[in-house]
């Protein structure tokens, strides 16, 4: 069975889309997911995406991290799947109905409204979510949010200077998330300017995460570090982020198409 696929990215975050709207395909498998995400053996890429039929929105988008695992939210793949609609959709996700706006080399994405309560996020037991009586070396006391998916948020003085790639899995795998947790560090460096590196549950560093920068600029909002409309630099490059109280997140940022292809599915099943 030949499949095509279309090979995509927001700001070097990329993906495997797979558009099953038309035409359904096999049941998947972490194990599938993990192969074709494998950067040597595989297509390569953060995430594998899957577009289906909804019965309620215009379709429906599933996420599959590179280690196979299905998450609920990923705000880059949904850019690139706004661009490859090419017109304003509801889109069905694990984490909720996200509204996209296709533009010029990019998209405007809704990603709903963020969620504090601890068993929301969820935590393991009850606690502030803005502070967490929590540490890991020389990350202390971060703030907690879920945008679709589960995310815990240090600010430091220096987020180059953290070893998150020891610290990361640490965090991600700590029995106080029982879901596992996105990890991300930020540092403000000017009016309204984040920089912020992300460890991606299920995926580890990437060079930029949607969800990730949409919860460190409520963070950084709620924490009072930056006004209502937050620039936020990732390795990859720039989202802009709007977050009002009580409002939905709004982020805007580039995406693009790299190539398409097909493969055999039995190679990879």
Known sequence: MRVPFIKMHGLGNDFVVLDARLAPLPAITATFASAIADRHTGIGCDQMIVLEPSETQSFR??????????????????????????????????????????????????????RFNWDQIPLDYPMDTLTMPVGWGALQHPSAVNVGNPHVIFFVDDADAIDLATLGPQIEHDPVF????????????????????????????????????????????????????????????????????????????????????????????
Request: glycine fraction near 14%; hydrophobic fraction near 40%; charge should be negative.
């Open 178 to 269: 029982p879901q596992r947790v996105n990890v991300n560090v930020a540092s403000l460096v000017g009016p309204d300017h984040l920089k912020l590196h992300v460890w991606e549950r299920g995926a580890g560093l990437t060079r930029a995460c949607g969800t990730g920068a949409c919860a460190t600029a409520v963070a950084a909002i709620r924490c009072k570090l930056a006004g209502e409309k937050v620039r936020v630099t990732l390795p990859g490059g720039d989202l802009i982020i709007e977050w009002r109280e009580g409002e939905s997140i709004r982020m805007t940022g580039p995406a693009a198409e790299s190539f398409r292809g097909e493969f055999d599915w039995d190679d990879f099943a």
């Open 61 to 114: 988008m599933r996420i599959f991290n590179s280690d196979g695992g299905e998450v609920e939210a990923c705000g880059n793949a949904t850019r690139a799947v706004a661009l490859l609609h090419g017109e304003p959709a509801q889109i069905e996700t694990a984490g909720g109905v996200l509204a996209l706006e296709p533009s010029e080399g990019g998209a405007t994405v809704d990603m709903g409204k963020p």
